[in-house]
């Protein structure tokens, strides 16, 4: 029998078959909702927290601190309290209820702030006070390793090699440089994809950060190319895949099918992969669905 940090990650992958506008290339959105934690970050986080054990770095009786803007909070919650730690997840005060209380309800504190900026800036205050450990999930290579070894040799595994596109939303970006980093390994020609709001958008776990903010983990030669999604396009998005695919997930799924389908409308044929980041359940509260 499993324990439940056993059923982290190998996620099934779904075609789509309605809203694809190229019968000569295949997109596949990989179903990360369909971890134990309901999002990607339950991969990151068990690889964060695991790693840091393994190294000494914590042990019981440390308390883990964390700025997050949703889900690597859930899925850190979740992976804490099997590990017995305890845990304060910084989050912004906009986030969805449903956020908060799953935090809460996997026995984390929430502290909830103005942005996650300030978000951030707090948990590195607390990380440096005795007693307190910060994963920083924005400067961990733990964070990038976990996706280096899981979800990249998953996606390569479950095309049958013969991928050519891979699309993810940057937040923290340890998804797209951890498998950027595997897939460029087995063929150098995959082509990795990156999608961040425009100027102005909101678009919940996906980022366009200030120069001062952005991930020390992110390394720009490893993305070929970065596509923006305005807040709109996400939002539709997020909708038709659940309406036409039965693809029920957030915001930032919606972000990465846009830009997954724009650049199938550019490829004479071709394997796309998009990451379908979390589970729509998580947004009920706001007016995505509404």
Same mark, same amino acid.
């Given at each position: 029998?499993?324990?439940?940090?056993?059923?982290?990650?190998? %996620?099934?992958?779904? *075609?789509? $078959?309605?809203? +694809?506008?190229?019968?000569?290339?295949?997109?596949? #959105?990989? =179903?990360? !909702?369909?971890?134990?934690?309901?999002?990607?970050?339950?991969?990151?986080?068990?690889?964060?927290?695991?790693?840091?054990?393994?190294?000494?770095?914590?042990?019981?009786? %440390?308390?883990?601190? *964390?700025? $997050?803007?949703? +889900?690597?909070?859930?899925?850190?919650?979740?992976? #804490?309290? =099997?590990? !017995?730690?305890?845990?304060?997840?910084?989050?912004?005060?906009?986030?969805?209820?449903?956020?908060?209380?799953?935090?809460?309800?996997?026995?984390?504190?929430?502290?909830?702030?103005?942005?996650? *900026?300030?978000?951030?800036?707090?948990?590195?205050?607390?990380?440096?006070?005795?007693?307190?450990?910060?994963?920083?999930?924005?400067?961990?290579?733990?964070?990038?390793?976990?996706?280096?070894?899981?979800?990249?040799?998953?996606?390569?595994?479950?095309?049958?090699?013969?991928?050519?596109?891979?699309?993810?939303?940057?937040?923290?970006?340890?998804?797209?440089?951890?498998?950027?980093?595997?897939?460029?390994?087995?063929?150098?020609?995959?082509?990795?994809?990156?999608?961040?709001?425009?100027?102005?958008?909101?678009?919940?776990?996906?980022?366009?950060?200030?120069?001062?903010?952005?991930?020390?983990?992110?390394?720009?030669?490893?993305?070929?190319?970065?596509?923006?999604?305005?807040?709109?396009?996400?939002?539709?998005?997020?909708?038709?895949?659940?309406?036409?695919?039965?693809?029920?997930?957030?915001?930032?799924?919606?972000?990465?099918?846009?830009?997954?389908?724009?650049?199938?409308?550019?490829?004479?044929?071709?394997?796309?992969?998009?990451?379908?980041?979390?589970?729509?359940?998580?947004?009920?509260?706001?007016?995505?669905?509404?």
């Amino acid at each position: 029998m499993a324990r439940i940090i056993d059923l982290i990650g190998n %996620t099934p992958m779904a *075609e789509l $078959t309605k809203l +694809n506008p190229n019968p000569k290339v295949k997109i596949f #959105a990989k =179903l990360e !909702g369909n971890n134990p934690g309901g999002s990607v970050k339950d991969r990151a986080s068990l690889n964060m927290i695991r790693s840091a054990l393994e190294r000494g770095e914590i042990q019981a009786g %440390t308390k883990l601190v *964390e700025a $997050t803007s949703g +889900n690597t909070g859930i899925a850190l919650a979740m992976i #804490a309290s =099997l590990f !017995g730690l305890e845990i304060e997840l910084v989050m912004p005060a906009n986030s969805t209820r449903e956020r908060k209380v799953t935090m809460e309800a996997f026995g984390a504190k929430v502290t909830l702030l103005d942005s996650i *900026e300030i978000c951030r800036d707090y948990a590195e205050e607390k990380g440096n006070k005795s007693g307190y450990f910060l994963l920083n999930q924005f400067s961990n290579p733990d964070n990038y390793l976990a996706h280096y070894k899981t979800t990249g040799p998953e996606i390569w595994r479950d095309t049958e090699h013969q991928l050519t596109h891979f699309v993810s939303s940057m937040g923290t970006t340890g998804t797209i440089m951890g498998c950027s980093r595997f897939l460029k390994e087995q063929n150098k020609e995959i082509q990795i994809v990156g999608c961040q709001p425009t100027e102005g958008s909101s678009i919940p776990g996906i980022r366009r950060w200030p120069k001062e903010y952005l991930p020390k983990i992110f390394e720009p030669e490893r993305v070929d190319r970065v596509m923006d999604v305005t807040e709109p396009e996400a939002v539709e998005m997020a909708r038709k895949l659940a309406k036409s695919e039965g693809i029920f997930g957030g915001m930032s799924t919606g972000g990465a099918c846009t830009a997954a389908i724009k650049l199938a409308q550019e490829l004479e044929e071709g394997t796309i992969v998009f990451i379908a980041c979390d589970r729509g359940d998580r947004y009920l509260s706001s007016d995505l669905f509404g």
